[in-house]
């Protein structure tokens, strides 16, 4: 279905986000069934988009919550995500942090060095708790994907390299207050090559097995997130392909009898809902270039900027002959651009546009910038 903005939403003040919670709605479902309750854990990935009403729907739809600080615990725990279905992950995570949410009881820390498991023992022991945790490793498996959204290369800062397992297995034994349950990696966003999932799969297996031979069973593995999604054409493919991503563990991953198998999603599930919607201030025409200038800019979606990327536009308001545009924002930055020489129907002042696949990492990751006003989330 090509993509349509609620005719009341027209007059609207822009820029805007618009989530079409319907799509949401059937996109958990396309997700769960592919996950087949029991077969996999799904945990959404906060990070990608932590508004209300969508965590709301997501709870309600059975995933639980994989939060990357102690706002996000603290965020997920408000839109009633039970605590034994949140687990938090991150390379820095802050004794504050820490102590709430052991306090809460969440379900797992996903931890990533000595130094970490040190502060998780004291700090729990100083609850009169026990941590339970997944060792975060580095699998050194090539996500191939953009080098930012890498994470599971050596040369990247997350979790614990190979090398270095056997030295934190063994730190285990002096920390009474941390409880080893589990392995957690996650080698990357924005994934297309489904492959690689099979690469870390062989990976998670050796270990297993290289952890059995010295006495550890464990009863659960976290293989992260990182589906990647189709920014080019999101009309072609709104709901990810769900089933295809679960497929590559099941074949490649050797599940031992009653382990549960987690996943982390964040940017397959909310990223086809979410369109920046913005308005054209100036067209301005050199003898090089056309510009269309938006109310809209990095400040509202950083991707293009940061990473380069793309998200598909449209005009919304003109049928004209098509033309190239370079499509920025207001922003005085020359990277405060969305899109160079894209075609679009001839475009005036006023015009709607809509930026698509905004859904994900988009308003998460805004800024007040030259002293923008944050842009409204607005539901359909
Ligand atoms: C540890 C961890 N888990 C899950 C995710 C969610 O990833 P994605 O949005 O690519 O599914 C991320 C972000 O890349 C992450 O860093
Ligand atoms: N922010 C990134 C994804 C990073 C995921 C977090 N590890 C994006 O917009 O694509």
């Known amino acids: 279905m090509p993509f349509h903005l609620p005719a009341e939403l027209a007059q609207q003040p822009t820029p805007?986000?618009?989530?079409?919670?319907?799509?949401?709605?059937?996109?958990?479902?396309?997700?769960?069934?592919?996950?087949?309750?029991?077969?996999?854990?799904?945990?959404?990935?906060?990070?990608?988009?932590?508004?209300?009403?969508?965590?709301?729907?997501?709870?309600?739809?059975?995933?639980?919550?994989?939060?990357?600080?102690?706002?996000?615990v603290q965020r997920a725990l408000e839109a009633g995500f039970a605590p034994d279905h949140v687990v938090f992950a991150g390379v820095g995570k802050s004794d504050a942090e820490i102590n709430r949410a052991l306090a809460a009881d969440i379900f797992c820390f996903n931890a990533e060095s000595v130094p970490e498991l040190r502060v998780l023992n004291e700090l729990a022991a100083a609850q009169g708790r026990v941590a339970r945790v997944a060792l975060r490793i580095n699998p050194n498996v090539d996500a191939h994907t953009h080098a930012y959204?890498?994470?599971?290369?050596?040369?990247?800062?997350?979790?614990?390299?190979?090398?270095?397992?056997?030295?934190?297995?063994?730190?285990?034994?002096?920390?009474?207050?941390v409880e080893l349950i589990g392995l957690h990696a996650h080698i990357g966003s924005q994934i297309t090559n489904l492959t690689v999932f099979a690469a870390l799969s062989r990976k998670l297996n050796e270990l297993q097995t290289w952890l059995e031979g010295r006495g550890h069973q464990l009863p659960h593995l976290n293989v992260g997130g990182g589906l990647g999604i189709d920014y080019h054409t999101p009309d072609e493919q709104l709901i990810p392909d769900f089933a295809a991503y679960f497929g590559m563990f099941?074949?490649?991953?050797?599940?031992?009898?009653?382990?549960?198998?987690?996943?982390?999603?964040g940017r397959a599930v909310v990223a086809q809902c979410g369109t920046l919607v913005s308005r054209v201030l100036y067209v301005k025409e050199s003898q090089q270039v056309r510009f269309a200038i938006l109310d809209a800019g990095m400040t509202e979606l950083i991707r293009p900027a940061l990473y380069g990327s793309h998200h598909h536009i449209q005009n919304l308001s003109s049928q004209g002959p098509e033309l190239p545009y370079d499509v920025v924002g207001p922003i005085c930055e020359s990277s405060d651009t969305f899109a160079k020489?894209?075609?679009?129907?001839?475009?005036r002042r006023g015009d709607?546009?809509?930026?698509r696949s905004a859904g994900a990492y988009g308003e998460v990751m805004a800024s007040g910038?030259?002293?923008?006003?944050?842009?409204?989330?607005?539901?359909r």
Request: glycine share 8%; hydrophobic share 40%.
């Open 16 to 72: 805007f986000y618009y989530y079409d919670l319907p799509l949401l709605d059937q996109t958990l479902a396309a997700l769960t069934a592919a996950a087949r309750p029991g077969n996999f854990q799904v945990h959404y990935a906060l990070k990608a988009n932590s508004n209300l009403p969508i965590l709301q729907r997501i709870r309600a739809a059975g995933l639980g919550a994989d939060c990357v600080s102690g706002g996000e």
């Open 149 to 177: 959204i890498t994470t599971g290369l050596e040369a990247n800062k997350f979790g614990i390299s190979l090398q270095d397992l056997a030295g934190v297995i063994d730190s285990l034994d002096g920390l009474p207050h």
């Open 250 to 265: 099941e074949q490649h991953l050797q599940r031992r009898p009653g382990q549960q198998v987690h996943v982390e999603l």
């Open 341 to 347: 020489g894209v075609l679009l129907p001839e475009t």
């Open 352 to 355: 709607l546009v809509a930026i």
């Open 369 to 379: 910038y030259n002293l923008r006003e944050k842009a409204p989330a607005v539901y």
